[in-house]
């Protein structure tokens, strides 16, 4: 009897002792974190005064009126402060249509109380994540949004978490993602499809310029905002099916060697998975793709279609996994459904890691050669893929010869959606409100819910952008100003260039913060 007391107040004292391990940890991480957020808050605002300086002094701004801008700019710096030590929590935004759900939460529009701003709110069930062994991805997803500046980016303006939820607050795109203009269009004529897939081009360039690799790039999580320009969003959250397994089937064997189908025919009719017999013909391959595609997209599992086959065989994989998401988001484009599409997901994973004896064109399908080409030498072995030397590669292709790269986002989008005022969400599917809107808690959730080892794990999820100061309290500089003025709205969004500028040859602290970020404990 005593020696089961014992052992039991051993193990109390082993998991007392891991327990105060991980809060002396989390309390560590957060002082570090605190720090290095506050050094880095002091070089961006050096680094905005610097940009302004620099964008004034090449331009035509008189004197006075140069004096009045940096003021201005100091006047919303010390807005931006207040912003920082005010706590942001769900009760600061007025929750509106649900317009997208994942397999970890739901995707809704809201309005910012304080300001009025529209934005995107997304929103991640903790435990779900803690589950699935999804931590480190939804960091990831933070810290590339927070980092990655970019018009090809959608663009957050805070992160922010309580006892159950995260939440990230992104600016709203309401021309509506490719996965549902792709669904209404059946196809798209080569001139569309090659002004998008240059734009997600230009973005995963973007992605990969700072080390990251999306390794889920699907129509889903391509977005358009209200004149038609697309914008990669949904970092980190990928689900990959575990098709390690399949790495034992070599490769010279086709899916009927494992007691399947028959190869797909030449004139691109496609065996079906459930009945062995029956081949479908293009046409029934589009009609059956789209009824799947919606309950693939919501499903826990998600679909496979554009996952690279050594992402699937998890042989070790780089950054060219995006660009064959790449050419099968464009032979979907031009053909009506995905290269490697099946009725259930297993067989699309062995089709992709046998994409040699899959892929082929449906002969109605008329693409022009130089189409087939890019496709074939993005849906290739690693050593072959284009933009795996870099994304000029990709670029230079015959088939975006007259492809003004400078001027994408510039000029007239290739499709305009249809957007009627800043809540207008009929872009997006429909739906039902499932879960009961989150219980107001007054403001935010207490320190002792906070400190549950659950939450330990998203220590440091805080964020909370410079621009997001725009809104408020209407800083209206155009109203009082000359005409020909410039606000400092404009001088920081101009022609697209990222921001914040990094200095020629100054590494900014950005990269080294990104896993830190601002703390978030009570
Ligand atoms: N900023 C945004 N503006 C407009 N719509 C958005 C935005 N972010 C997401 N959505 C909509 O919500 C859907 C789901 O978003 P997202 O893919 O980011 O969520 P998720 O839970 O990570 O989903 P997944 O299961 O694909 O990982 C998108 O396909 C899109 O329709």
């Known amino acids: 009897m005593e020696d089961i007391e014992e052992e039991e107040n051993g193990e109390e004292e082993v998991l007392g002792s891991s327990l105060t391990m991980e809060k002396v940890a989390a309390a560590k991480q957060f002082i570090e974190n605190?720090?290095?957020?506050?050094?880095?808050?002091i070089q961006d605002r050096k680094e905005r005064r610097w940009v302004l300086e620099r964008k004034l002094a090449s331009s035509d701004v008189p004197k006075e009126e140069q004096i009045n801008l940096i003021k201005d700019l100091e006047r919303k710096e010390t807005e931006f402060i207040r912003l920082k030590r005010h706590k942001i929590c769900v009760d600061d935004f007025e929750l509106l249509t649900i317009i997208g759900r994942g397999a970890f939460g739901e995707v809704r529009l809201c309005r910012e109380k304080k300001s009025g701003n529209i934005?995107?709110?997304?929103?991640?069930?903790?435990?779900?994540?803690l589950k699935r062994g999804q931590v480190e991805h939804v960091r990831a997803e933070r810290n590339l949004l927070a980092e990655v500046a970019s018009h090809c980016i959608v663009k957050l303006y805070y992160s922010f978490q309580d006892a159950e939820d995260l939440y990230l607050i992104m600016e709203y795109l309401p021309g509506g993602d490719m996965m549902t203009l792709l669904m209404r269009e059946d196809t798209l004529t080569e001139n569309v499809a090659r002004f998008y897939i240059?734009?997600?081009?230009?973005?995963?360039?973007?992605?990969?310029?700072?080390?990251?690799?999306?390794r889920d790039i699907k129509p889903d999580n391509l977005l358009l905002d209200k004149k038609g320009h697309m914008k990669l969003s949904d970092f980190g959250l990928c689900k990959p099916l575990d098709c390690s397994a399949l790495s034992v089937i070599p490769e010279n064997k086709t899916i009927d060697d494992e007691n399947m189908t028959e190869p797909m025919d030449i004139d691109g009719s496609i065996p079906d998975a459930d009945n062995k017999s029956n081949w479908k013909s293009p046409h029934e391959q589009l009609q059956h793709w789209q009824m799947n595609r919606r309950k693939l997209a919501f499903s826990t599992v998600g679909t496979p279609d554009y996952i690279a086959p050594e992402v699937l065989l998890k042989k070790g994989y780089g950054m060219e996994c995006d660009w064959w998401s790449l050419g099968a988001i464009m032979y979907e484009m031009l053909v009506g459904?995905?290269?490697f599409y099946s009725?259930?997901?297993i067989t699309t994973c062995r089709k992709i890691v046998h994409w040699r004896n899959h892929?082929?064109?449906?002969?109605d399908a008329r693409l022009s050669p130089e189409a087939k080409d890019l496709i074939c030498r993005l849906l290739c072995d690693v050593d072959h893929r284009l933009g795996t030397g870099g994304a000029h590669?990709?670029?230079?292709?015959?088939w975006f010869k007259d492809i003004l790269w400078d001027k994408l986002y510039e000029m007239e989008a290739a499709f305009k959606p249809e957007v009627n005022g800043e809540l207008d969400t009929q872009n997006f599917?429909?739906?039902?409100e499932m879960d009961p809107p989150p219980a107001r808690t007054g403001s935010g959730p207490s320190r002792k819910m906070l400190l549950t080892p659950k939450d330990l794990s998203f220590v440091g999820y805080t964020y909370k952008n410079f621009d997001a100061v725009k809104g408020l309290h209407s800083f209206d500089l155009k109203g009082s100003m000359s005409p020909k003025r410039p606000s400092i709205d404009s001088i920081f969004s101009g022609s697209g260039a990222d921001y914040p500028t990094k200095r020629p040859g100054e590494e900014t602290e950005v990269q080294m913060l990104a896993s830190s970020g601002d703390p978030m404990l009570p």
């Open 393 to 398: 590669q990709i670029k230079a292709h015959p």
């Open 429 to 432: 599917m429909k739906f039902d």
């Open 337 to 339: 459904y995905p290269p």
């Open 34 to 41: 605190h720090y290095r957020a506050q050094m880095k808050n």
């Open 359 to 363: 892929l082929r064109f449906p002969e």
């Open 198 to 214: 240059a734009q997600s081009v230009l973005a995963i360039e973007s992605i990969h310029k700072h080390n990251y690799i999306h």
């Open 119 to 129: 934005y995107a709110m997304k929103k991640l069930k903790k435990s779900e994540m």
């Open 343 to 345: 009725d259930d997901p």
